[in-house]
């Protein structure tokens, strides 16, 4: 009689080796478990809610697979693709260049998991994640070849990570600290835990959301499939948040307020000016930060709650920058967009505005006076002065702009001088990030430090354009040719 | 003489930049480069061009004072934070 899964899934999870020939420090050195200060018996209770098997993974991955390859190859004959809003694609753009690769990084931390987890049944799980991660890179590479033909664009998928382009080594930046530099407690607080169970949402559910309202109904649909991974391998980070709070409290309310304040920086970046500013107005759903509210920071604090550890010492500070970190990223992506790989919507026509004020009550004033010059330059034909001249200021953590974390009224200098170096940073919380740790992000040299080190030849912009590997078919214009700035012309003279 | 690069933040505007600036130059010099990437771009010029200043930590420096003369009085490392605003006092 064939056993059912309950039967035997408890005995074939759990199975392991009972090391005698080899020291099992060695075997699972500290250094890559991340399981030092937890006695080894401890992870005897580490259960992930996510119970499945191999067979029952592989016969619902490929049913998903299924449908994913059947939607993309109905909607390609109908050449819906064609028939998208340009400010949306470039939320495809961004998407596929930015997290692609990253998905490939995740297949390196699953694979982590598999080897040196200090518990088989989560080395058992990170079998399934890798097996996942893999299949998301393979579903953004297919998705981006069959669009290569339509943008050369697409072609960062795969590009992107071997450039130089600022967004993109700040991304890289993020997940090299918290999925490849990371032990495998680290990595399970930071991404599978804060990224995966927390941050993914907002690019895979809101995003979904406006990109199936946008009529890109193939890229929402990959979105969600990959979305139903996540929402199970992200599974890990609990049952170790679990096991490390009994024993290194600590340790870990330290790694999630890193975590938390990271992401969001990135997710300022990558999600917020495409939700609030890319996707066309009547096909918004809810502004970015009425996503963060209801899926991250409400979800974030039940986990503190649930597992007795307290909000981090930032969040007054977090919670303000919810008003003003992406628009900042925005208006600043926007101005220095030669220096991207897609083609930002300035988003600020007078409706795009309204809708701005009334999401955001402080925008006019933190960012409205800014975009007025931008549009005065734009309307009287100094195209000239709206376009970058030298680089911003980078922080050394989060390798984004001095002054993309809060409003131009909080804007003060963060720096500190280690080992002879001076460090900037973007606020107080990515200043306090970097002392937690300081030799793990010292020697990092951002894109400032490389200009200055002489690395970018000839050292002015255009040389930083060469670069960062920007070539004239891809470099980012404005998506509507400055379209909507005459909005702002005078009637008399419009 | 040598180049020197420093953070400038124009007071009002979102963001620092990277500006290099000749040790030689006197602090209304690196006014002028550092409010260049700013006035005009995103911040609107003031009637009646008030002229700039320089601050660090907070103080103003003397319009006339070069980098160097600053740098002999205290230590000024790569990428040194430097605000410039439209001049507030009478006499700089």
Same mark, same amino acid.
């Given at each position: 009689?064939? /056993?059912?899964?309950?039967d035997w899934y408890e005995t074939s999870r759990?199975?392991?080796?009972?090391?005698?020939?080899?020291?099992?420090?060695?075997?699972?050195?500290?250094?890559?478990?991340?399981?030092? $200060?937890?006695?080894?018996?401890?992870?005897?209770?580490?259960?992930?809610?996510?119970?499945?098997?191999?067979?029952?993974?592989?016969?619902?991955?490929?049913?998903?697979?299924?449908?994913?390859?059947?939607?993309?190859?109905?909607?390609?004959?109908?050449?819906?693709?064609?028939? #998208?809003?340009?400010?949306?694609?470039?939320?495809?753009? /961004?998407?596929?260049?930015?997290?692609?690769?990253?998905?490939?990084?995740?297949? =390196?931390?699953?694979?982590?998991?598999?080897?040196?987890?200090?518990?088989?049944?989560?080395?058992?799980?990170?079998?399934?994640?890798?097996?996942?991660?893999?299949?998301?890179?393979?579903?953004?590479?297919?998705?981006?070849?069959?669009? #290569?033909?339509?943008?050369?664009?697409?072609?960062?998928?795969?590009?992107?990570?071997? =450039?130089? %382009?600022?967004?993109?080594?700040?991304?890289?930046?993020?997940?090299?600290?918290?999925?490849?530099?990371?032990?495998?407690?680290?990595?399970?607080?930071?991404?599978?835990?804060?990224?995966?169970?927390?941050?993914?949402?907002?690019?895979?559910?809101?995003?979904?959301?406006?990109?199936?309202?946008?009529?890109?109904?193939?890229?929402?649909? #990959? /979105?969600?499939?990959? +979305?139903?991974?996540?929402?199970?391998?992200?599974?890990?980070?609990?049952?170790?948040?679990?096991?490390?709070?009994?024993?290194?409290?600590?340790?870990?309310?330290?790694?999630?307020?890193?975590?938390?304040?990271?992401?969001?920086? #990135?997710?300022?970046?990558?999600?917020?000016?495409?939700?609030?500013?890319?996707?066309?107005? %009547?096909?918004?759903?809810?502004?970015?930060?009425?996503?963060?509210?209801?899926?991250?920071?409400?979800?974030?604090?039940?986990?503190?709650?649930?597992?007795?550890?307290?909000?981090?010492?930032?969040?007054?500070?977090?919670?303000?920058?919810?008003?003003?970190?992406?628009?900042?990223?925005?208006? $600043?992506?926007?101005?220095?967009?030669?220096?991207?790989?897609?083609?930002?919507?300035?988003?600020?026509?007078?409706?795009e505005r309204e809708w701005l004020n009334e999401?955001?009550?402080?925008?006019?004033?933190?960012?409205?006076?800014?975009?007025?010059?931008?549009?005065?330059?734009?309307?009287?034909?100094?195209?000239?002065?709206?376009?970058?001249?030298?680089?911003?200021?980078? *922080?050394?953590?989060?390798?984004?702009?001095?002054?993309?974390?809060?409003?131009?009224?909080?804007?003060?200098?963060?720096?500190?001088?280690?080992?002879?170096?001076?460090?900037?940073?973007?606020?107080?919380?990515?200043?306090? *990030?970097?002392?937690?740790?300081?030799?793990?992000?010292?020697?990092? +040299?951002?894109?400032?430090?490389?200009?200055?080190?002489?690395?970018?030849?000839?050292?002015?912009?255009?040389?930083?354009?060469?670069?960062?590997?920007?070539?004239? %078919?891809?470099?980012?214009?404005?998506?509507?040719?400055?379209?909507?700035?005459?909005?702002?012309?005078?009637?008399?003279?419009? | 003489?040598?180049?020197?690069?420093?953070?400038?933040?124009?007071?009002?505007?979102?963001?620092?930049?990277?500006? @290099?600036?000749d040790t030689e130059d006197t602090m209304d010099? !690196?006014?002028?480069?550092?409010?260049?990437?700013?006035? &005009?771009?995103?911040?609107?010029?003031?009637? &009646?061009?008030?002229?700039?200043?320089?601050?660090?930590?907070?103080?103003?420096?003397?319009?006339?004072?070069?980098? @160097?003369?600053?740098?002999?009085?205290?230590? !000024?490392?790569?990428?040194?934070?430097?605000?410039?605003?439209?001049?507030?006092?009478?006499?700089?």
């Amino acid at each position: 009689m064939l /056993l059912n899964r309950d039967d035997w899934y408890e005995t074939s999870r759990d199975l392991d080796w009972t090391l005698s020939y080899v020291d099992p420090g060695v075997a699972f050195p500290a250094r890559w478990s991340g399981a030092e $200060g937890v006695p080894a018996d401890a992870w005897q209770a580490w259960d992930e809610p996510f119970r499945v098997s191999y067979r029952d993974y592989v016969r619902i991955q490929r049913e998903k697979e299924a449908g994913v390859k059947a939607v993309s190859q109905a909607l390609g004959r109908a050449g819906i693709y064609e028939k #998208l809003d340009p400010a949306h694609v470039a939320a495809s753009h /961004l998407h596929m260049g930015t997290t692609c690769m990253v998905e490939h990084m995740a297949v =390196t931390m699953q694979s982590r998991f598999c080897r040196f987890a200090p518990t088989p049944k989560w080395r058992n799980l990170g079998v399934f994640g890798m097996l996942d991660e893999t299949r998301h890179t393979q579903l953004d590479m297919r998705f981006s070849h069959d669009l #290569l033909k339509a943008d050369p664009r697409f072609d960062w998928a795969q590009k992107a990570f071997h =450039t130089n %382009e600022w967004g993109v080594l700040a991304v890289k930046n993020f997940f090299d600290d918290a999925m490849l530099n990371a032990d495998c407690v680290e990595a399970a607080l930071a991404t599978s835990l804060t990224v995966e169970h927390g941050f993914t949402n907002i690019q895979f559910v809101a995003l979904a959301a406006d990109a199936m309202a946008a009529g890109d109904i193939n890229w929402s649909n #990959l /979105l969600s499939s990959i +979305q139903t991974d996540e929402a199970r391998h992200a599974q890990q980070g609990f049952p170790t948040l679990a096991v490390l709070v009994e024993h290194d409290p600590e340790r870990a309310q330290k790694a999630l307020d890193v975590a938390f304040w990271r992401s969001t920086r #990135l997710f300022q970046t990558l999600t917020g000016p495409a939700m609030d500013y890319y996707t066309p107005l %009547e096909q918004r759903k809810m502004s970015f930060k009425e996503f963060m509210l209801e899926w991250i920071v409400n979800h974030h604090e039940r986990i503190l709650e649930d597992y007795g550890l307290k909000k981090p010492w930032y969040w007054d500070q977090f919670l303000h920058s919810l008003d003003n970190g992406h628009h900042a990223m925005h208006i $600043g992506t926007w101005y220095w967009r030669p220096t991207l790989f897609w083609k930002p919507n300035a988003g600020v026509s007078k409706a795009e505005r309204e809708w701005l004020n009334e999401k955001y009550p402080t925008w006019e004033e933190n960012w409205g006076v800014l975009w007025d010059e931008i549009i005065r330059n734009v309307n009287e034909g100094r195209l000239e002065d709206t376009l970058p001249q030298t680089l911003p200021s980078l *922080c050394n953590l989060t390798q984004l702009p001095l002054g993309s974390a809060m409003s131009r009224h909080d804007l003060a200098p963060h720096q500190l001088v280690y080992q002879g170096r001076l460090y900037s940073f973007d606020s107080e919380i990515s200043q306090w *990030c970097f002392e937690q740790d300081p030799e793990r992000y010292a020697g990092h +040299q951002s894109l400032v430090d490389r200009f200055i080190g002489g690395q970018v030849l000839p050292p002015d912009l255009g040389g930083a354009l060469g670069y960062m590997g920007l070539t004239p %078919e891809v470099m980012g214009d404005d998506v509507y040719n400055y379209a909507w700035a005459k909005d702002y012309v005078p009637a008399a003279t419009a | 003489m040598a180049l020197f690069p420093i953070t400038g933040r124009f007071v009002g505007d979102f963001v620092p930049h990277l500006v @290099a600036v000749d040790t030689e130059d006197t602090m209304d010099e !690196i006014a002028g480069k550092v409010a260049s990437f700013s006035v &005009g771009h995103r911040l609107a010029r003031r009637p &009646g061009d008030p002229g700039y200043e320089v601050l660090l930590d907070g103080e103003v420096l003397p319009a006339t004072a070069t980098l @160097a003369a600053v740098m002999a009085g205290q230590e !000024i490392l790569p990428l040194q934070w430097f605000d410039v605003r439209f001049r507030e006092t009478a006499d700089a």
